[in-house]
């Protein structure tokens, strides 16, 4: 992982980052959709 991440540039990087961010919003509201 740390391999991958120090050759790829830094906006891959934000960019994987922002993308497990929203991903992990995503679940955690449907989550609480269905919880509700």
Aim: proline share 3%.
């Amino acid at each position: 992982m740390y391999y991958v991440s120090s050759t790829k540039p830094k906006a891959f990087d934000c960019a994987t980052s922002f993308l497990i961010i929203m991903l992990l919003t995503l679940n955690f509201n449907n989550y609480l959709k269905d919880f509700i």
